[in-house]
Nanobody, 121 residues
């Protein structure tokens, strides 16, 4: 069983930067694909970024060029560096672990509790 704990959310002004982290325990982190998803009030959960076990990455078009996903297998942690933040990036950000770097959230069996990111205009 894999446990995931996100941290690093907060309030930031538009144009600012924030890095959220997701610490994993209870599994072989280096073998998992990891994903970041977000959900804003009244909206569906949406894909943000994913990284495979060999560190290939993929991004949603809405964050490409602004967000960077990375992983540190020695620390069992995946990161999401968010730059040039916009008010529309405001959401609860969740990390997920699975067998691959999927875009489809339903393919991830393990989820963190989420961390709030709020971008003020």
């Amino acid at each position: 069983q894999v446990q995931l704990v996100e941290s690093g959310g907060g309030l930031v002004q538009a144009g600012g930067s924030l890095r959220v982290s997701c610490a994993a325990s209870g599994g072989t982190f280096s073998s998992y694909g990891m994903g970041w998803f977000r959900q804003a009030p009244g909206k569906e959960r949406e894909f943000v970024a994913a990284i495979s076990w060999i560190s290939t990455t993929r991004y949603a078009d809405s964050v490409k060029g602004r967000f960077t996903i990375s992983r540190d297998n020695a620390k069992n942690t995946v990161y999401l560096q968010m730059n040039s933040l916009k008010p529309e990036d405001t959401a609860v950000y969740y990390c997920a672990a699975g067998r691959g770097d999927y875009v489809d959230w339903s393919r991830y069996p393990y989820w963190g509790q989420g961390t709030q990111v709020t971008v003020s205009s």
